[in-house]
């Protein structure tokens, strides 16, 4: 959406330089409507698009806090050896303003409107994204401005509490509900999730509940009795069918670009942008995970080594092992990866070489990219599958049975979170495996076999029950659950914070990178334009649903 608007601002220009200046005061600004003047069948599409963005960076501004989770918690590549370098106030600008200045600002002009218009639909669908929206914030920041948020009277808002902005959630979540259960006049023209399906949004509201209640479980007493009611309703995401996804993506690379961010910033004309994640590869590698040749495509067979060193395409193959790593299994993947896998570690900054046409890239899951069927080909700009077919996942079934998976964990229910861990992985299997044939150029010979896929199924089980101790067995869950969340990494954020597993993920490379951050600063638009509000002193500050020991220390690994 916003590349959209950046076409029609440069068509503005052109016509403006054409015409008599005098004119524009009688112009109304197309982003500042007042109420009467909007049509909401489009104001609803640019909060769903602004909601995607916010999420996955889809406007080309930012990475998204999809993108941010996952670097934190090694799901993702991060790019910084200081964790407050690399997440300084600047770079949430965007983010914040996608959230305030965009979508909740739409969503004030919608709501009114559409309950006049007996659009309940339209209601229910902004209120859910609102309530998702509110409680991203809150995770990634702490208290933020909400009951003061985007009104006039209040050029300058106080924050909310963490706490009080969650249960404007829940309420909000209520009133989609309540919405979704009304006869409305008419449907949506585009509903990008559930084309207009009620009980299918009624799940996802239910469900966004269930993340409620398992992130506020550490602070709240009746979170798990509060997350038990919806389990026995039944009336959550339990099917693959029902997932919480954006899939509206295209294959469009202009005017405007409509394809996955994953896979614009992997498929380009000088090859590969981003870097993969060493820990996930070599995790997945390692247990022979069935989804790698999905989530990821080797453009080639090997990597430098120290035996076969290379110093301009992979500077530390010329490098020692960090001394933090020595005697550690990181030691093995700080700097490079066998078969091909050309990706990097946590924090590694070693600057850009010319090596676009041999990085690991995103695979067809979830970006649209290519299979791989170690065919071990450079490839760029509208390969694979071109973007065809990608999603951006936000809470899928499978996502759902590690919820319950913690909880049963948390209980010391350990032969119902193995079941629900299991289930989770089939779903995800099953879900990451459908994505091959959207790659019509793979040769799908090498598309794991069913009898691999158990045996994994199987190997992951094993572990679980060998386990020595619980921490283990938490150990085994988390890294499935992190694999299983690659795409979007929000709930592997709260998860490493909430539990400080898996402890197997590795440091920094950077052996002093400042602590763990427990939340981010605020952005800097946010604090130098607002005179109530200061920066705060230390990432190290914990949400309100952190109750977890202090930073250093916890999590295990900075």
Known sequence: ??????????????????????ELDLRENPNNLSAGQEDLDLVLNNIQLEFVDFLDGTGGQGDGFGRIGAELCRIDYMNGRNYTNAYGPAGFDDEWTTAYADMLTDIRLLVPSALEQELYVHVGIAKTLEAFTLVTLV??????????????????????SGADVYASALTLLDEAIANFNLEPSTNPDIDFYYNSDVSKWIKAANTIKLKIYLQSRLVDSNAMASFNAIIDSGDYITSSADDFQFAAYGTN?????????????????????????NWLISTMLNDDDPRIRYYFYRQVSSTPNNDAPNEETLQCSVQSVPVHYQGTPFADIWCSLPNGYWGRIHGSNEGIPPDGFLRTLAGVYPAGGAFDDSRFEALGQGDGAAGAGAITPIILASTVDFYRAEMAMVNGDMASARAFMLDGLQKSVSKVSSFAANDTSADLSFEPTAGEISDHSAD??????????????????????F?????????????????????TVPPNVEPNPGSFIRSLFYPANHVNNNFNVTQKESVTQQVFWDNNPASPGFPAQN
Request: contains cysteine; hydrophobic residues 35%; negative net charge.
């Open 483 to 503: 694999i299983n969340l690659y795409g979007n990494g929000i709930d592997g954020y709260n998860f490493y914070r909430r539990t400080g597993y898996p402890t």
């Open 139 to 160: 995770d990634f920041f702490g208290d933020v401005p909400y009951s003061e948020a985007v009104l006039e009277e209040f050029p300058n808002p106080l924050r909310d």
């Open 253 to 277: 690379e202009v005017q405007p670009d409509v394809r996955h961010p994953r896979y614009t910033e992997s498929y380009t004309v000088n090859g590969g942008i981003d870097y993969m994640s």
């Open 1 to 22: 959406m916003k590349n959209i608007f950046k076409i029609l601002s440069v068509a503005c220009l052109l016509v403006i330089g054409a015409c008599e200046t005098t």
């Open 460 to 481: 992951v089980a094993l572990r679980f029950d060998n386990a020595s101790s619980d921490e283990d067995r938490w150990n085994v869950l988390a890294e499935q659950f």
